[in-house]
């Protein structure tokens, strides 16, 4: 059995191949407002990628072995940080962006120096703690605009002759933030965290006899994740311009973690982007059953969970190994009976 070297032609053209497939994707995407004409479309093009910047976040956290229930928690700090920043203290969207994205980081790390103590059902429950007191305190809190939210909060400001005030604008600028951000994380999963990451993912016990320090790592991870949501929640507070406590809560935590999954888990960039753009997609075509969209939202959870579990990418992955696996069984079993009938 001959093995294929790393420099392989069979490598370099997979590598060759997708590389053109990121390229042309991208290309789509910058050539999309001038491609499409519907303002709806251009709308969710722009909340997907809001999402897939949230799912990024989500699977960041499981690259290290930790599932949290209150990954809406940063996007809600890094939202209502900025939009008090700009209504209350009249600063610019520019200067918010960097400001709020550093006060969730600061959040986070006093929270992950607490949360990240220890791993598994306890980390769960005290992330989705988190979640619904950002949601509370967003809520009971006057200053922050109480239960009915935070109104006209301002857009960006122009940049040259171009103005915030279409759709477009806001397209480029999230789209400009979600490059960037995936190639950060791309440089952090290539690098040595990315291995040590993957490392703790598949055995805890193990790394730490390496002289992993879990802990630290882990924080590490949970104040990247957190910084991630803080730059979409910012973003999403001067693009709705108006947010109200109860986007930030539970629910919209399970949909981040369900961009992750149904893309695919073993895919930190590209599984999230597939499953934030399906479930960003696919929930507005069920507009006129929106009561009972959460319940078509949960059978479609198990139903990947059960059928599913490697996500869309991961199914797709495996599907050769199914087949040829199938198309083996059924050789023997031919063998078999060809040999019988002759004994």
Same mark, same amino acid.
């Given at each position: 059995?001959?093995?294929?070297?790393?420099?392989?032609?069979?490598?370099?053209?997979?590598?060759?191949?997708?590389?053109?497939?990121?390229?042309?994707?991208?290309?789509?995407?910058?050539?999309?407002?001038?491609?499409?004409?519907?303002?709806?479309?251009?709308?969710?093009?722009?909340?997907?990628?809001?999402?897939?910047?949230?799912?990024?976040?989500?699977?960041?956290?499981?690259?290290?072995?930790?599932?949290?229930?209150?990954? +809406?928690?940063?996007? =809600? /700090?890094?939202? $209502?940080?900025?939009?008090? !920043? *700009?209504?209350?203290? #009249?600063?610019?969207?520019?200067?918010?962006?960097?400001?709020?994205?550093?006060?969730?980081?600061?959040?986070?790390?006093?929270?992950?120096?607490?949360?990240?103590?220890?791993?598994?059902?306890?980390?769960?429950?005290?992330?989705?703690?988190?979640?619904?007191?950002?949601?509370?305190?967003?809520?009971?809190?006057?200053?922050?605009?109480?239960?009915?939210?935070?109104?006209?909060?301002?857009?960006?400001?122009?940049?040259?002759?171009?103005?915030?005030?279409?759709?477009?604008?806001?397209?480029?600028?999230?789209?400009?933030?979600?490059?960037?951000?995936?190639?950060?994380?791309?440089?952090?999963?290539?690098?040595?965290?990315?291995?040590?990451?993957?490392?703790?993912?598949?055995?805890?016990?193990? +790394?730490?006899?390496? =002289? /992993?320090?879990? $802990?630290?790592?882990?924080? !590490? *991870?949970?104040?990247? #994740?957190?910084?991630?949501?803080?730059?979409?929640?910012?973003?999403?507070?001067?693009?709705?311009?108006?947010?109200?406590?109860?986007?930030?809560?539970?629910?919209?935590?399970?949909?981040?973690?369900?961009?992750?999954?149904?893309?695919?888990?073993?895919?930190?960039?590209?599984?999230?982007?597939?499953?934030?753009?399906?479930?960003?997609?696919?929930?507005?075509?069920?507009?006129?059953?929106?009561?009972?969209?959460?319940?078509?939202?949960?059978?479609?959870?198990?139903?990947?969970?059960?059928?599913?579990?490697?996500?869309?990418?991961?199914?797709?992955?495996?599907?050769?190994?199914?087949?040829?696996?199938?198309?083996?069984?059924?050789?023997?079993?031919?063998?078999?009976?060809?040999?019988?009938?002759?004994?």
């Amino acid at each position: 059995m001959v093995k294929h070297s790393i420099n392989s032609p069979t490598i370099n053209g997979k590598k060759a191949a997708i590389y053109a497939l990121i390229c042309a994707v991208l290309l789509v995407l910058i050539l999309l407002p001038f491609l499409v004409k519907s303002r709806y479309l251009i709308h969710l093009a722009i909340m997907s990628c809001i999402n897939i910047i949230l799912g990024l976040s989500f699977s960041l956290l499981f690259s290290t072995g930790l599932i949290t229930l209150g990954a +809406a928690a940063p996007f =809600g /700090i890094g939202a $209502y940080a900025s939009a008090t !920043l *700009a209504t209350k203290f #009249a600063i610019p969207f520019w200067i918010t962006l960097p400001f709020s994205t550093a006060i969730t980081g600061l959040v986070a790390v006093a929270l992950g120096c607490v949360f990240c103590r220890t791993a598994g059902a306890t980390f769960v429950i005290l992330t989705m703690l988190s979640g619904l007191v950002v949601a509370q305190v967003a809520g009971q809190i006057e200053f922050f605009g109480g239960w009915g939210g935070m109104i006209n909060i301002p857009r960006p400001g122009p940049i040259g002759s171009m103005e915030f005030v279409g759709k477009e604008p806001y397209y480029y600028l999230i789209l400009i933030l979600l490059i960037l951000i995936a190639l950060v994380l791309h440089a952090l999963y290539t690098s040595r965290y990315g291995r040590v990451w993957k490392a703790i993912k598949l055995s805890p016990h193990l +790394a730490e006899t390496l =002289g /992993i320090n879990l $802990y630290r790592y882990r924080v !590490l *991870a949970y104040v990247i #994740a957190a910084l991630i949501s803080g730059i979409a929640g910012c973003f999403y507070a001067h693009y709705a311009r108006t947010i109200l406590p109860d986007t930030f809560g539970g629910w919209t935590s399970i949909l981040i973690q369900l961009y992750a999954v149904l893309g695919g888990l073993e895919f930190p960039i590209f599984g999230p982007a597939i499953g934030a753009v399906i479930m960003t997609f696919v929930p507005e075509m069920l507009r006129l059953a929106k009561e009972i969209e959460p319940i078509i939202t949960g059978v479609l959870l198990l139903i990947i969970i059960l059928f599913f579990p490697g996500g869309l990418l991961g199914t797709i992955k495996r599907l050769p190994q199914l087949v040829s696996g199938k198309t083996q069984t059924r050789q023997t079993q031919d063998g078999a009976s060809v040999n019988s009938k002759h004994t």
